[in-house]
C-alpha cells in the first residue's frame, strides 16, 4: 500500500552565472531552506547557464577594473561595501581581488559534472563560487577549475577543458531552454512551474517548495 507520509520531490532548476555574487548569496539561502525542510521534503538542484558579460575577456581583467568601468565608482564602491556586508552575515569574506572574465568553461564544467550527479554538481558550483568570491581566484583559471573538479570527484574534466568546442553546444543549449527569457540572475523554478529570482531569504524558498507540495498532492 502506498504511503501518504512519502516525502515528496522538490526539483530546482537554477539558471546562475560563476561570477554573480547574489548567485552564491541565493545559494546559501536555498540550502538553509533545504536545511529547514529535508525532513519533509526530497530535493534536486540542477544548474543552468548564464552569462552576466558574455564579452568578458577570456585572458582576465582585474574584477575591481572591470565593474568600476561596467557601474562607475560611486556605484562600484556602494556595491563592494554592500556585498562585503551580505557575504559576512554568511559568515564569509567577499574578496574582490584577482581576475574576472569569461564564464564558459566553468559552465562547461559544471554541465559536465550534472551528468555524473547533481550532488557532486551542487558540490562543484560551491567550489567554484568560493574560489572566485571568497579567495581571489581567476574563474577562467584552467587549474582552479581543475582542482574544483578532483575535489568534489568530477572524472573527465581535463579532456573537456583541453577541447575548447567540447560541451560548448549543450551549454548553449541549457542557455537557451532554462535561461533564454530572463534578464538576470540567479533564477529558479520550482517543480517547472514556482519563480524565483534574486538572493531570496530561506522563508520564501520554503513557501514556495509547500505550494509546490500541495500541487503534487492533489
Request: charge should be negative; proline fraction near 4%.
Amino acid at each position: 500500500m502506498a504511503s501518504n507520509t512519502a516525502k515528496k520531490l522538490i526539483q530546482i532548476d537554477v539558471s546562475s552565472d560563476t561570477v554573480c555574487p547574489w548567485c552564491f548569496v541565493g545559494k546559501k539561502n536555498l540550502e538553509k531552506a533545504i536545511e529547514q525542510t529535508k525532513d519533509k521534503f526530497d530535493f534536486e538542484v540542477r544548474w543552468h547557464p548564464f552569462f552576466l558579460n558574455p564579452d568578458a575577456p577570456k585572458e582576465g581583467i582585474k574584477k575591481s577594473d572591470f565593474y568600476r568601468m561596467k557601474f562607475g565608482p560611486i556605484q562600484f564602491e556602494h556595491a563592494t561595501a554592500r556585498m562585503t556586508e551580505i557575504f559576512r552575515g554568511l559568515g564569509m569574506e567577499y574578496d574582490m581581488s584577482g581576475l574576472t572574465g569569461n564564464t564558459m568553461d566553468s559552465h562547461r564544467l559544471i554541465t559536465l559534472a550534472g551528468h555524473q550527479g547533481f550532488d557532486k554538481q551542487n558540490a562543484l558550483v560551491e567550489e567554484l563560487f568560493q574560489s572566485y568570491f571568497c579567495q581571489g581566484k581567476f574563474i577562467g583559471d584552467w587549474q582552479v577549475l581543475l582542482d574544483a573538479a578532483r575535489k568534489v570527484g568530477i572524472e573527465g574534466a581535463e579532456e573537456l577543458l583541453q577541447d575548447s568546442n567540447k560541451g560548448v553546444d549543450e551549454v548553449k543549449e541549457e542557455l537557451n531552454k532554462y535561461s533564454s527569457t530572463i534578464s538576470g540572475v540567479p533564477y529558479y523554478v520550482i517543480n517547472g512551474k514556482y519563480q524565483l529570482s534574486g538572493g531570496q531569504p530561506p522563508n520564501t524558498f520554503i513557501r514556495a517548495f509547500e505550494a509546490a507540495a500541495e500541487d503534487l498532492a492533489q
